[in-house]
């Protein structure tokens, strides 16, 4: 008999964290899963062309992503996304350290084993 994983919609958040830096306008985002499982879908989904629709609203005008398999995890430079950078925006958040949130809040489809540990408690499944 053999037992599939279901796929689930989530927000990034349920399967990966993110840190975020900036260097003058440019602001890099790091997306680490929790689980190896969820390196693949993920990849497959939140592509540059994705993250930066998700940010042309503020003006972005490049996204590259790069990926490093090793540790399952990517990296985010996002250019013109801070309004000038932190010394001359006058944004309330000119590090950017916020928009890593806006990132983890889109919604991904992942096998279910790829869950952070306590995520089938928060959402109610056992």
């Known amino acids: 008999m ?15 964290h993110g840190r975020a830096g900036d260097k003058g306008n440019r602001l890099n985002i790091s997306v680490i899963p929790y689980k190896e499982v969820a390196f693949a ?7 540059a062309e994705r993250v930066h629709d998700i940010f042309r609203y503020r003006g972005t005008t490049r ?45 991904v489809e992942v096998p279910e084993s790829a869950l952070h540990s306590a995520s089938p408690y928060r959402r109610g499944v056992q």
């Open 41 to 47: 879908p993920i990849a497959e989904q939140l592509t």
């Open 63 to 107: 996204v590259q992503r790069y990926d490093l398999p090793k540790l399952a995890s990517f990296n985010f430079v996002i250019d013109n996304v801070l309004e000038g950078g932190v010394n001359s925006s006058l944004n309330l958040d000119g590090h950017g350290k916020t928009l890593s949130f806006r990132l983890l809040a889109v919604e």
């Open 2 to 16: 053999t037992f599939e994983d279901p796929i689930i919609r989530v927000p990034l958040h349920e399967v990966a």
